[in-house]
């Protein structure tokens, strides 16, 4: 079994910075596929990104592309999204999943775990 637990959001004027993370425990994730999908209220949860096991490949949503760069570190079991040039449209609660399988998938349901999300508040 695998925790995750996301931290680093919190409220940002438009054009601003941050950095989320993501703690794995229980099980080390360093195997898994690792990816960020976002929640924004009365929306259906979307892709963000996603990273191979071992970080060769990456993969973005169209509407982050540029802006957003996932990385990870096997070594502290953790997973990370920088996020810049922040929008107000980037409003949502993020979520971190990890995914037993290879393949950096976009579908939520390809993904076995997930944390409890952190809320991004992007201000215009």
């Known amino acids: 079994q695998v925790q995750l637990v996301e931290s680093g959001g919190g409220l940002v004027q438009a054009g601003g910075s941050l950095r989320l993370s993501c703690a794995a425990s229980g099980r080390t994730v360093s195997s898994h596929t690792m990816a960020w999908f976002r929640q924004a209220p009365g929306q259906e949860r979307e892709f963000v990104a996603a990273?191979?096991?071992?970080?060769?490949?990456?993969r973005y949503a169209d509407s982050v592309k540029g802006r957003f760069t996932v990385s990870r570190d096997n070594a502290k079991n953790a997973v990370y999204l920088q996020m810049n040039s922040l929008k107000s449209e980037d409003t949502a609660v993020y979520y971190c999943a990890a995914r037993v399988t290879p393949a950096t998938e976009s579908s939520p349901q390809r993904y076995n775990y997930w944390g409890q999300g952190t809320q991004v508040t992007v201000s215009s």
């Open positions: 990273i191979s096991w071992r970080g060769e490949y990456t």
